[in-house]
Nanobody
Framework: QVQLGESGGGLVQAGGSLRLSCAPSGRTFSTYVMGWFRQAPGKEREFVAAINKSGGITYYLDSVKGRFTISRDNAKNMVYLQMNSLKPEDTAVYYC???????????????????WGQGTQVTVSS
């Protein structure tokens, strides 16, 4: 079982940038499909981005395409979410998530992910 911990959230003005990091525990990081989700107050948890095990395939929520980039460094056991041109509507708690290592398909729904971090707050002021 993998444990996840996010960092890098904070308060930023609209148009600014943040980079979120997620440091999964364990030595088999490369066997997990990784994803980022977010949840704004009063809203359901929403898929943001995902990356396959090798890092060669990525998927994004339409509203973040061209602004956010998910990446991973399997040698360092890290996954990142670079967020540029942030908007107030990006304000949410952001969660790092991992699929069960037996899964091969990159999921875009919360139900596809078995392991979750505690979340990090991102607040974008207008």
């Amino acid at each position: 079982q993998v444990q996840l911990g996010e960092s890098g959230g904070g308060l930023v003005q609209a148009g600014g940038s943040l980079r979120l990091s997620c440091a999964p525990s364990g030595r088999t990081f490369s066997t997990y499909v990784m994803g980022w989700f977010r949840q704004a107050p009063g809203k359901e948890r929403e898929f943001v981005a995902a990356i396959n095990k090798s890092g060669g395939i990525t998927y994004y929520l339409d509203s973040v395409k061209g602004r956010f980039t998910i990446s991973r460094d399997n040698a360092k056991n890290m996954v990142y979410l670079q967020m540029n041109s942030l908007k107030p509507e990006d304000t949410a708690v952001y969660y790092c998530a991992a699929e069960h290592p037996a899964r091969m398909v990159v999921g875009s729904t919360a139900s596809a992910y078995d392991y979750w971090g505690q979340g990090t707050q991102v607040t974008v002021s207008s």
